[in-house]
DNA sequence: CTGAAAGCGCTAACAT
DNA sequence: ATGTTAGCGCTTTCAG
């Protein structure tokens, strides 16, 4: 009934569980014949070896924790499937979670993973907040974040080049053009949300052109509806900017959309926006003109190969920082000007 | 250097590891003091319990294993992020892997799944072949299938009621004055788009509309690019239908853009749709009148519940099936009309 | 080339 | 109320 043990091959094939265990780690020094009979034995009884058990004995168990604000989050998940495509080949296992944008519970996540003796942890962190990764146990455990990372932490971690992107971004819309940028983004207290701030306020000044305190909005989270009532919050505004960079695609689908729904056609063809993220519908959003497509496999790769690494001991270069440069994206650019590939 | 064990707390607190133990599993059979004792040595040391050894004594890992041919499918991941939330509270983490639409790979997964022991597993399998979930290590794990199930097979399946979706779809078409309703699907292999090809051919017939072949489009992958190529085979011929029943998101998606690219703003206007799936950016799908918003949450609270069901070893109704009834979204009706929510 | 036995960290019967 | 011990399934010296 219960699954059978390689105590159970060993009788059935008349050898001791050491000779068993050998064949299954195919240690060489069995002879041919007991060997095919301890396979067959495997065969008929339809064993199968028990991880758990070699997980105790080997003190891992080739498994990796993750844990995101949430798992609906393509982004996110790109990078976890790159990550496994790097992963699985060396036999680890992913154990995905969700924080659900809480500390709290990424806490609680946390210890979990530190129960279960996963050999390592990648997370994208809820907040601002960090004290908890500093655990004795956490301190033997690999860990890398991702897209955020925590003000003073040292850890391992891999980012995209938001001030790059950003730039890229600034320098497109003003060859179009354009002097009176707007910025759409969210609460500076996320990573990202902040490096996508100064990187426009640096670029603008880079560019000399002017930011107007007005025209620059950052409150809550980058989520669809407060893409939808900034934009609103925007548009109400007399003598407002026709460009807006846009922090994220969230903040960007509720811009676009709203837009659509308050300005008529010839006040639309007056509105050009350039964004963070390229999704799947990027080229339904008609009112962008650029984007900056985060490179999720690339980040994949990179934490996977860097958790490799520690994983193998080495500690040399800790703790990393990594940023990875986006693929900058010419959506539409206006009246065929060719973008500027400058930098 | 290495993790603290019970040993190690027993040692330091002077007792047992048995009593450790019973401190550790609330057992209230300890005098206060000695379980103070306990605690605090625990507390100095940073001990914590240790699951693979719980794993090895209970014969249970409290992990369910998830396969899925993609992860960076929202929907799947939506599903998968309910589960979650269902079965986190019960002490169940989740080991999530992608079978990358093979069901080689899938059989491989499962095996490792097999290996490390998992108390149970949610499948949305890659293909039509499905010998590989009779083994008998697999007769012991309660499995799941979601979404798309395989012909003949006897498990527990959840998915949603494509038929009724469809039918709504085809009758609220009707109901806006079409009569001569396309279809763009996918290969009729996979569970979805069998089930929606004769979703619509039967409320076809239901409500009285011809079929015609030459407006049945359903080879290959359900995928954005082959939306854009069927949809463009489509508008090619003379004479075709003025309104299509789109089989899911990434058809639609580019079913859209294509017609975007190719016609005039006048003839678009000629052009409507209705689709399987409801996603972020369903106000950008300009073509949409309806659409049918999969129960996501629902599947995902209906499967943690059935899988708990089985782990506390009842199997009274297996092989179960359950469909789920999607909602409908009227996302613009044609003119005003109320859409008829009869059914 | 193969077997016996210890031990990974924990639980639970059995003793005391 | 607490301690002793066997054993979960496996790997790995150490003997033979």
């Known amino acids: 009934m219960a699954s059978p043990t390689i105590k159970d091959v060993a009788k059935s094939a008349n050898v001791s569980i050491a000779t068993v265990s050998r064949v299954l780690n195919h240690s060489n020094t069995v002879k041919i014949p007991t060997q095919k009979r301890v396979l067959e034995a495997m065969?008929?009884?339809?064993?199968?070896?028990?991880?758990?058990?070699?997980?105790?004995?080997?003190?891992?168990?080739?498994?990796?924790?993750?844990?995101?604000?949430?798992?609906?989050?393509?982004?996110?998940?790109?990078?976890?499937?790159?990550?496994?495509?790097?992963?699985?080949?060396?036999?680890?296992?992913?154990?995905i979670t969700s924080s659900n944008d809480s500390v709290e519970e990424e806490k609680r996540k946390l210890q979990i993973f530190i129960e279960r003796n996963v050999d390592g942890i990648v997370v994208m962190p809820a907040g601002a907040e960090g004290q908890h990764f500093l655990t004795k146990a956490l301190s033997k455990i690999p860990l890398v974040m991702v897209d955020r990372c925590i003000e003073g932490l040292k850890v391992d971690f891999i980012e995209t080049d938001s001030r790059y992107g950003v730039h890229q971004m600034i320098i497109a819309l003003k060859h179009e053009g354009h002097k009176r940028i707007g910025y759409i983004g969210g609460d500076l207290s996320i990573h990202t949300a902040h490096e996508r701030l100064f990187g426009y306020l640096a670029a603008m000044k880079e560019q000399g052109l002017p930011v107007e305190n007005r025209f620059v909005y950052h409150q809550d989270a980058m989520t669809q509806a407060s893409g939808r009532y900034l934009i609103k919050q925007v548009l109400q505004e007399i003598d407002c900017p026709d460009a807006f960079f846009i922090a994220n695609d969230s903040l960007h689908l509720g811009a676009t959309i709203q837009a659509i729904e308050m300005l008529s056609a010839s006040q639309l063809d007056q509105l050009v926006f350039a964004s963070f993220d390229y999704l799947s519908y990027a080229p339904l959003l008609k009112l962008c003109h650029y984007?900056?497509?985060?490179?999720?496999?690339?980040?994949?790769?990179?934490?996977?190969?860097?958790?490799?690494?520690?994983?193998?001991?080495n500690w040399n270069d800790y703790p990393k920082h990594i940023m990875l440069r986006p693929e900058i994206k010419v959506v539409r650019a206006n009246g065929g000007v060719p973008y500027p590939m400058s930098n």
């Open 43 to 95: 065969d008929i009884l339809g064993y199968n070896r028990n991880e758990v058990a070699r997980s105790l004995k080997f003190r891992h168990t080739k498994t990796i924790g993750i844990i995101a604000p949430e798992l609906s989050n393509i982004f996110f998940m790109e990078v976890v499937e790159a990550m496994e495509r790097c992963l699985a080949p060396h036999g680890y296992s992913l154990i």
């Open 291 to 313: 984007a900056v497509a985060q490179p999720s496999d690339m980040i994949g790769e990179e934490v996977a190969n860097l958790l490799l690494e520690r994983l193998s001991g």
